[in-house]
């Protein structure tokens, strides 16, 4: 007989092609997915430590952001219908004045929404304090790999945000000795480039020799606006991501954020580099515009989502998924009578394995398959707003929020049982995160 730590019961299950699973169950030992099958056979042949009624639920992988600050959590509501220069007039006052107690509530809270939205995992671009966020992941149970955000140039960057190369890169390498698979493997630390603005040849350099040597990951923000492809033509004859290919950084092991003013010849590039493309369709299109998701996917580039974090809005990614359908839809759908630019399957597989693949874990995570790794959640979908429904996958997700989900799985371990977060204490991080935010302005503004 069979002992499961999990087992979820009387489910259907989001198959890795989009299709859904008639009822079945879900065996889960080790951290890993043990068995997909026929609640009768698996109730008759093992016993579990824990049971799940799956009953009108389904069982999807979790949702990975691919792109979040979560530093920045505290900002929620200051930069909506603001004027640019954003990141000059509040986010770099904002980050440089954060202390390390700061960092850690709002990491907090960060994951507290994640988890409550269906977010299992995410990769966070970095902030100063990024010990204290790794210390905040650890104790909610997600994964995530975490990036101390390195700068070396520009007029704007002050306080604790810039540093030379030299001290980027030894901060980053002791935060990789400390947290490196901490959290039972749900950490993992990665090298940064916060834009090409910032970042010197020699620290970007210094990156690449840096991930190679820890045969780590590198998360960079690119493309994202035009301001970045006028310098880097200005300064080195090449557009952003040629100047990061003659730096040797294109590869598989680079994420990069935004991905909003890429040429055709970029996308060829990236796509044959196997560089993991992040969109962040709701920050984008509020200030950068239209993305070529289509064409992205197209050249067979990995495209995932993220939400560039809880200032202007929130971190589901159920809403960015509806959000870049619809743009996708408008902007390049309509013009060439193409209602199939962006389809629904297509935006969930960019929301779980396009985002698994960008944390570097695609064959373990991003899809609900026997051998993969238990990061699970589960969606009501017993309510008048999701069934009865034709396409129940359509329906996902033109019509279900991150409200929906009801259980969450990570690494194996229940972390969100019937909406209540097991590993957090949600009362006394809102109240925390409060007293903090009122401090940082004060220091701040």
Not at 120 to 143: K, L, N, Y
Not at 294 to 307: M, R, T
Not at 390 to 413: F, P
Request: hydrophobic letters at 40%.
């Amino acid at each position: 007989m069979e002992k499961y730590d999990i087992l979820i019961k009387n489910c259907q299950v989001l198959n890795p092609d989009m299709t859904v699973s008639s009822t079945c169950s879900v065996g889960i030992k080790d951290s890993w997915i043990k068995k997909i099958g026929p609640t009768d056979e698996l109730m008759a042949d093992s016993s579990a430590s824990e049971i799940i009624d799956g009953k009108g639920k389904l069982v999807m992988p979790g949702m990975v952001d691919g792109h979040t600050h979560t530093c920045q959590q505290l900002l929620r509501g200051r930069v909506a219908d603001e004027y640019p220069m954003v990141w000059t007039r509040f986010l770099v006052p904002f980050e440089s004045n954060l202390q390390p107690e700061d960092s850690y509530i709002s990491g907090l809270l960060a994951c507290l929404e994640m988890i409550k939205s269906g977010t299992t995992a995410f990769a966070d671009s970095g902030g100063v304090h990024m010990d204290r966020v790794a210390d905040a992941v650890i104790e909610s149970g997600m994964r995530a790999a975490i990036a101390k955000s390195t700068m070396d140039m520009g007029n704007a960057i002050t306080g604790a945000m810039k540093e030379t190369a030299n001290e980027a890169i030894e901060n980053t390498k002791k935060l990789y000795q400390k947290y490196q698979g901490a959290g039972d493997g749900r950490v993992d630390i990665w090298f940064a480039i916060r834009q090409v603005m910032t970042c010197s040849r020699e620290l970007i350099a210094m990156v690449g020799e840096s991930a190679k040597e820890f045969h780590t990951g590198i998360h960079a923000h690119l493309c994202e606006h035009k301001d970045e492809v006028s310098f880097c033509l200005q300064n080195y004859k090449k557009r952003p991501a040629e100047f990061l290919e003659e730096m040797g950084i294109l590869g598989p092991n680079l994420l990069t954020a935004h991905n909003v003013m890429l040429s055709d010849h970029d996308i060829a590039l990236m796509a044959e580099r196997g560089v993991k493309m992040i969109h962040c369709p709701r920050a984008n299109l509020s200030n950068h515009g239209f993305p070529k998701a289509p064409q992205i996917l197209e050249a067979g580039a990995s495209l995932g989502l993220g939400c560039d974090g809880a200032a202007p809005s929130n971190l589901d990614i159920f809403d960015e998924m509806k959000v870049l359908r619809y743009a996708m839809m408008a902007y390049w759908g309509l013009p060439s009578f193409n209602p199939v630019v962006m389809t629904c399957p297509t935006l969930l597989k960019m929301a779980s394995q396009g985002g698994a693949n960008a944390l570097g874990h695609g064959d373990i995570l991003g899809s609900v398959e026997e051998g993969k790794k238990a990061d699970l959640i589960l969606l009501n979908i017993d309510q008048p707003h999701i069934t009865p429904s034709q396409n129940l996958v359509n329906t996902i997700v033109d019509a279900a929020n991150g409200h929906d989900v009801t259980d969450s799985i990570i690494n194996g371990k229940i972390v969100m049982k019937n909406r209540e977060v097991l590993t957090l204490d949600e009362e006394r991080i809102r109240f925390e995160a409060e007293k903090h935010m009122n401090d940082i302005i004060k220091r701040a503004y």
